[in-house]
């Protein structure tokens, strides 16, 4: 079975029609139906039923389909992996979790993208520890993320500027009215939290604790969009970085009587080279938050 038989065989699989297959490889009808004939004929396997036009994948062609996708994506690694060692690579995969995306997605996806159209970025809005975890995988080259220094030994981390966590209310909620709160102040208070994925969750646990208490908490979400709809619904409050709440959200933004911050900044794996293209939208990242402070 050859890699070009491979490839032809998933796309069949993948439209279940041999014109839209030929269409997507850019080869002619013939060529595709001839290739899948002569699969057939070389494995022993019945592959396919054909119904008219459409053509249903039987259970011995999914079996095959599920080594042959393995197989693909191995090669499309080891390419990607090709390129990386030819330095050639113009492709980011980063993490830029929610609370930093908020204000900063739309810049890097914005201008960056405008000035480097060469660079293919592809970015994962997880949380922070989920996003570290992926660096240290290296299943991502960079993240832009809240983090802890002492997260893992495996990594570098330079910050770039501290992260303020306030509370987050409805403008109709009771605390809105204060200038700041202290934890006495929301011992009681519902609250609505990003989930474990992200370091915001164990610094207000951690807060709490140090104190023998208990958030009353009554949601989870790894949705930041979720947290903001639940908390302008009156459901509870919750705690966010200053960065992760914009003017047009309509909540209200209340500092703590004695303040919390979170580092932000790149994380990359240690030993691991930091490519040009790399280097680029690090020193544009901090060029945009070169004004916040540290």
């Known amino acids: 079975m050859t890699l070009i038989q491979m490839r032809y065989f998933y796309e069949v699989c993948q439209w279940q029609n041999i014109t839209k297959a030929a269409e997507n490889l850019h080869v002619s009808q013939p060529t595709i139906s001839v290739a899948m004939q002569t699969l057939e004929a070389e494995t022993g396997l019945n592959l396919f039923h054909r119904e008219g036009r459409k053509i249903i994948i039987t259970n011995e062609g999914n079996k095959l389909l599920g080594k042959v996708k393995h197989i693909l994506d191995q090669i499309d690694r080891l390419d990607d992996e090709i390129q990386d060692m030819a330095h050639n690579r113009n492709h980011i995969r980063m993490a830029m ?55 893992s030994q495996k990594l570098n981390y330079e910050k770039l500027f501290a992260c303020e966590c306030c509370l987050v209310t409805s403008p109709h909620n009771p605390l809105a009215a204060k200038e700041s709160v202290c934890l ?108 916040l402070s540290i």
């Open 97 to 151: 979790p929610l609370q930093l995306g908020t204000q900063f997605l739309p810049k890097v996806l914005g201008e960056f993208r405008r000035q480097h159209p060469e660079i293919r970025l592809d970015i994962s809005e997880s949380g922070g520890i989920s996003a570290l975890h992926m660096v240290e995988e290296e299943k991502l080259d960079i993240a832009f993320t809240n983090y802890e220094t002492g997260f």
């Open 184 to 291: 006495a102040d929301v011992v009681n208070e519902p609250l609505v939290l990003l989930d474990s994925s992200f370091f915001v969750y164990r610094m207000v646990h951690d807060m709490f604790a140090q104190d023998n208490q208990k958030p009353q908490v009554v949601h989870y979400s790894p949705y930041l969009h979720t947290i903001k709809n639940l908390v302008r619904a009156g459901i509870g409050s919750t705690f966010l970085t200053r960065q992760a709440v914009l003017e047009r959200d309509d909540l209200v933004v209340i500092p703590m009587t004695k303040p919390f911050y979170i580092n932000s900044g790149i994380v990359t794996k240690k030993g691991r080279q930091v490519y040009d293209d790399e280097r680029l939208l690090i020193k544009y990242l901090k060029e945009i938050t070169s004004n």
